[in-house]
Nanobody, 123 residues
Framework: VQLQASGGGLVQAGGSLRLSCAAS????????MGWFRQAPGEEREFVASINWSGGSTIYADSVQGRFTISRDNAKNTVYLQMNSLKPDDTAVYYC?????????????????WGQGTQVTVSS
């Protein structure tokens, strides 16, 4: 499975971005998917995860109410809509495939990772 993240960029605080994660090689429709992020000098942290059907989602407390994860299994793509962005959201964002069909906060539960897309929020 190859995961290609896109949609990052530079945005002012309060703005919005939509990240996409396109899977190729094999379908991801039977697996949960997740988004993580890593700021310079920090560990990679959980952002959001969605189950195989899109009917169940979980979020980090820091993004709850501002970010929305969704998926289109027909397109083999997962999205992360990010609203009300803050400078603290600045990081490289990674998508990943969960080894099972239910969401997870734990990055060790993910086996395939995309290359990351940079999100920079200016104050």
């Amino acid at each position: 499975v190859q995961l290609q993240a896109s949609g990052g960029g530079l945005v002012q605080a309060g703005g919005s971005l939509r990240l996409s994660c396109a899977a190729s090689g094999r379908t991801v429709r039977n697996y949960a998917m997740g988004w993580f992020r890593q700021a310079p000098g920090e560990e990679r942290e959980f952002v959001a995860s969605i189950n195989w059907s899109g009917g169940s989602t979980i979020y980090a407390d820091s993004v709850q109410g501002r970010f929305t994860i969704s998926r289109d299994n027909a397109k083999n793509t997962v999205y992360l809509q990010m609203n009300s962005l803050k400078p603290d959201d600045t990081a490289v964002y990674y998508c990943a495939r969960r080894v099972w069909e239910v969401p997870s906060y734990n990055r060790d539960d993910y086996d395939y990772w995309g290359q990351g897309t940079q999100v920079t929020v200016s104050s």
